[in-house]
């Protein structure tokens, strides 16, 4: 029974500290500001009946069944992963189940006995896992300082075989960005950095065409390693990596979540397939979308508060866990579901209301969110 009074306990603190989880269904009459459908796809019903008159054969299969390895390579995954390759004008693309699959599973395939990496302060929580697992030494930079990094490398790099720099594109949290032109500087300037780039937060939502940050800035190709993922902007389910043809192939051979899970649904690489094709299409989204980041954070730094947002996520920091919470039942009353942001998913102190904006949202709508702003 001591293990069971120990959970209690664990429990019972996190719930005296305000940082007690629960799992709630999203209330039918909020107006939803805390997922990841950044383009609007989700209730975009004609979109979704037009896929769906697509389907035929194996592609409305709803399981896989099997690994890629076995018998889960189907024609559409195959055809997913061309399509994204040329895309980006890369070597290679592969598919994977989710994103912390992939980014559990990629280090871990692709270290050596003398690898170092050097991970943003502020990375996911998938990428600190992938670190940690892969057993490689392993710094951390100061959130978004480049130049901070640089210093690492100036005194470790020659020590190494290679050095992994990882960051995000967009950070999940602030809605800041990385300054992909001085990332790039540093593979220019040390011969054995090797980029990895999580742009889960930037896929679908920068560029004409959709495709992230750094391709946006004319800078995807000196990335070695480029992770998008499909269950947010694309609405849909799995990730991918774009890099040269040696990284995939090693994946394959060495990445355990990789080998030893069930492929994707047919019916989900179908889908994932047909939202990628029409995303230099929904540019028109994209311009509603950053538009609205735009005047959400002015609206915050209006009311004094710093806002570092640079994109479709807006974080309003209030600080205390409790006051967190009570703002956010206050936009609930308001007809908006935003949720309370607690430590350990950032720092103490820091609590806040994330906005994760959606270019489904109609003017009227978001003005509304704005006035909320203005009688709190």
Known sequence: MDFYNRLSADLEQLR??????????????????????YLGLLNDTAFR????????????????ASSRLLTGNVPVAIELEETIAAAYGAEAALVFGSGYHANTGILPALVG???LVLSDKLNHASMIDGIRASGATFY??????????????????????????????????????????????????????????????GVGVFGETGL????????????????????????????????????????????????????????????SLYVFNALPKMQARRAHLHSMGERLAATIRARGVDCVSESQIVPYVIGSNEDAIAEAERFQKAGFYVLPI???????????LRFSLSADLSEETFNRLLDVFHII
């Open 212 to 271: 992230g940050l750094a391709h946006a800035k004319g800078v995807h190709q000196s990335i070695d390693i480029l992770i998008g993922t499909f269950g947010k902007a694309l609405c849909s389910t799995g990730a991918f990596a774009v890099c040269s043809k040696v990284i995939r192939d090693t994946l394959i051979n060495k990445m355990r979540p990789f080998i030893f899970t069930t492929a994707l649904p047919p019916i989900n690489l179908a889908w």
């Open 140 to 201: 951390r930079f100061r959130h978004n300082d480049l130049a901070h990094a640089r210093t690492f490398l100036e005194r470790y790099a020659q020590a190494y075989d290679e050095v992994f720099v990882m960051t995000e594109s967009v950070f999940s949290m602030d809605g800041d960005c990385t300054d992909l032109d001085a990332l790039v500087k540093l593979k220019a300037d040390f011969p054995n950095v090797i980029l990895y780039l999580d742009e889960a937060h």
């Open 113 to 115: 006995p003398k690898s």
């Open 342 to 352: 607690r430590p350990p998913t950032v720092p103490r102190g820091t609590a806040r």
């Open 16 to 37: 005296e500290a305000g940082c007690y989880r629960t799992l709630r269904a999203l209330p039918a009459e909020l107006v939803n500001l805390s997922g990841n459908d």
């Open 49 to 64: 009946e037009a896929f769906y008159e697509t389907l035929s054969g194996e592609t409305r299969n709803l399981s896989a």
